[in-house]
């Protein structure tokens, strides 16, 4: 059974030092909880932050505490201003990296072929991309989500290859439930994780997609309905925005998921 995973995504909320004392005062609470080897938690602060946050989860008070980045580039150097390479965040410390927000795409252009170079750089350096992927709101009242997710998993992976020791997390957030406070139906969550496991399936190996790929939800998830999603066989964690930043809510909801 793969294990639970959840995730913070901090995105450009959170000064580097307040970020510290949020980590300390969810680790202080959780690590009482002896269910806590079976949760892998992330926090992915600003690239500011990264470099402090990575000692501070090094200490022996963080286990199963991990460091992700919010984005980086395809190339490892070079003449690429403005940009951060891959190589040093894993040389940093990080573990995971989110890819393919839809704020990126909505705000910076990003395009599946820029994608799906980051994913391959993310795995070169030993790190696992967080890949999201989602409809809008417009997709899904005209019922073409299916074949929107579908469309683009295709587009972001398809020259992707992982090992059996890498793995790939799909995190679905539908663009329209991302920081609205409105949250899709579980079970809609529950039967988009079903069309992305098989789209999984088309692209690698059947070994690969049962052990090292991981589908995930995010998209206005708190401590009130945490539970109706995790409890879904087929998703195995989530992706938390605003909610990440108030560590009584993020305790509550590491607390739910285990």
Not at 138 to 143: I, S, V, Y
Not at 199 to 226: C, E, T
Request: include cysteine; glycine fraction near 8%; proline fraction near 3%.
């Amino acid at each position: 059974m793969k294990k639970s995973i959840i995730i913070g995504n901090w995105k450009m909320n959170v000064f580097p030092g307040d970020g510290m004392k949020i980590v300390r005062k969810i680790a202080k609470k959780i690590n009482k909880n002896k269910k806590i080897s079976n949760l892998d938690i992330v926090y992915c602060p600003s690239f500011l932050g990264l470099a402090d946050m990575s000692k501070l989860l090094n200490s022996r008070l963080f286990k199963n505490y991990f460091l992700g980045a919010q984005n980086c580039f395809w190339q490892d150097k070079g003449n690429f201003t403005g940009e951060v390479s891959p190589a040093w965040l894993a040389k940093t410390g990080c573990k995971y990296v989110i890819l393919g927000h839809s704020e990126r795409m909505r705000e910076l252009r990003e395009t599946g072929e820029m994608i799906q170079e980051k994913i391959k750089a993310v795995v070169k350096n030993k790190m696992t991309p967080v890949v999201c992927v989602g409809e809008t709101l417009d997709d899904f009242a005209k019922g073409i989500n299916n074949y929107v997710v579908l469309d683009w998993l295709i587009k972001v992976l398809s020259g992707v290859k992982i090992t059996s020791a890498e793995e790939i997390i799909i995190a679905y957030e539908p663009s329209w439930a991302i920081g609205t406070g409105r949250a899709i139906r579980p079970s809609h969550a529950e039967y988009m994780s079903k069309i992305i496991k098989q789209a999984m399936i088309d692209i690698f190996p059947l070994k690969i997609v049962q052990n090292n790929i991981r589908i995930i939800y995010g998209g206005s998830v708190n401590s009130k309905n945490i539970s109706s999603f995790v409890a879904k066989d087929l998703i195995d964690g989530v992706l938390i925005g605003r909610a990440s930043l108030d560590p009584k809510e993020f305790i509550k909801m590491c607390e739910l998921i285990i």
